[in-house]
């Protein structure tokens, strides 16, 4: 398990420290590689019908936009006010209900007390430091419907100039999971869809735990490893 720098400085930073001022390159970057690219390692585990979804540092728009074509019924998160309006207007054909809110708590969205049947975390979860990531975890769960699931993505590698990240890992975040009722669903690792040097990523599928000790059809199912995940 890693442990979170003890770096003030960095831990004094905001959580969406260097986006603000590169928001139109960075939405450039994203929109340059596609949803379904992104995605490949955790497509097959998301709702094939009309759902509704929380697309959480939804960024330029690209997934929610993809989803909501798709049929579904798409929140898009974004707390970086450019970025949140370059992607509302990029995408601005698409029925997105665009928020501005933010982890760990996003207390505008507990306040509705919605439930979501697919919450997708698109690199977000190495800007949260260990403390915030316990909470996060626990304010994910409660925005989880019966039958819903979670999909993370932790990246690994150098962090870039003026941003925040802190060391994540399949781990600790599956401890996280475990200790707010969700079990683990899938895990693949895959390299960077933008090619930079030294950055990989993990992906990570949860659901809700409907047992004590491993969810319903996860313990012992072929493809599926001794924690219960399934791999590739």
Same mark, same amino acid.
């Given at each position: 398990?890693?442990?979170?720098?003890?770096?003030?400085?960095?831990?004094?930073?905001?959580?969406?420290?260097?986006?603000?001022?590169?928001?139109?390159?960075?939405?450039? /970057?994203?929109?340059? %590689?596609?949803?379904?690219? %992104?995605?490949?390692?955790?497509?097959? !585990?998301?709702?094939?019908?009309?759902?509704?979804?929380?697309?959480?540092?939804?960024? =330029?728009?690209?997934?929610?936009?993809?989803?909501?074509?798709?049929?579904?019924? %798409?929140?898009?998160?974004?707390?970086?006010?450019?970025?949140?309006?370059?992607?509302?207007?990029?995408?601005?054909?698409?029925? +997105?209900?665009?928020?501005?809110?933010?982890?760990?708590? !996003?207390?505008?969205?507990?306040?509705?007390?919605?439930?979501?049947?697919?919450?997708?975390?698109?690199?977000?979860?190495?800007?949260?430091?260990?403390? /915030?990531?316990?909470?996060?975890?626990?304010?994910?769960?409660?925005?989880?419907?019966?039958?819903?699931? +979670?999909?993370? =993505?932790?990246?690994?590698?150098?962090?870039?100039?003026?941003?925040?990240?802190?060391?994540?890992?399949?781990?600790?975040?599956?401890?996280?999971?475990?200790?707010?009722?969700?079990?683990?669903?899938?895990?693949?690792?895959?390299?960077?869809?933008?090619?930079?040097?030294?950055?990989?990523?993990?992906?990570?599928?949860?659901?809700?735990?409907?047992?004590?000790?491993?969810?319903?059809?996860? /313990?012992?199912?072929?493809?599926?490893?001794?924690?219960?995940?399934?791999?590739?």
């Amino acid at each position: 398990m890693h442990s979170d720098t003890t770096d003030p400085g960095l831990r004094a930073m905001d959580s969406t420290a260097g986006y603000t001022d590169a928001a139109e390159a960075l939405v450039e /970057q994203y929109e340059s %590689v596609s949803f379904a690219e %992104v995605h490949r390692e955790t497509l097959h !585990l998301y709702p094939a019908g009309p759902a509704a979804v929380l697309d959480i540092g939804a960024g =330029s728009g690209r997934d929610a936009a993809a989803l909501a074509a798709a049929g579904h019924r %798409v929140t898009a998160v974004e707390p970086t006010a450019p970025m949140r309006e370059l992607g509302r207007a990029r995408h601005a054909r698409h029925p +997105i209900d665009w928020v501005d809110d933010a982890l760990p708590h !996003l207390p505008g969205l507990t306040a509705r007390a919605d439930r979501y049947d697919l919450i997708l975390l698109t690199a977000v979860w190495m800007h949260l430091d260990a403390e /915030q990531r316990a909470t996060a975890m626990a304010t994910l769960a409660g925005l989880l419907a019966d039958d819903g699931r +979670i999909v993370l =993505s932790l990246r690994h590698g150098p962090v870039p100039p003026g941003r925040r990240m802190f060391p994540v890992d399949a781990p600790e975040t599956l401890a996280l999971a475990r200790a707010n009722g969700l079990a683990p669903l899938h895990l693949a690792r895959r390299e960077d869809p933008h090619a930079r040097a030294g950055v990989s990523w993990t992906y990570l599928a949860l659901h809700a735990d409907r047992t004590s000790s491993a969810a319903p059809g996860t /313990q012992g199912a072929p493809g599926l490893d001794e924690d219960g995940v399934s791999r590739s």
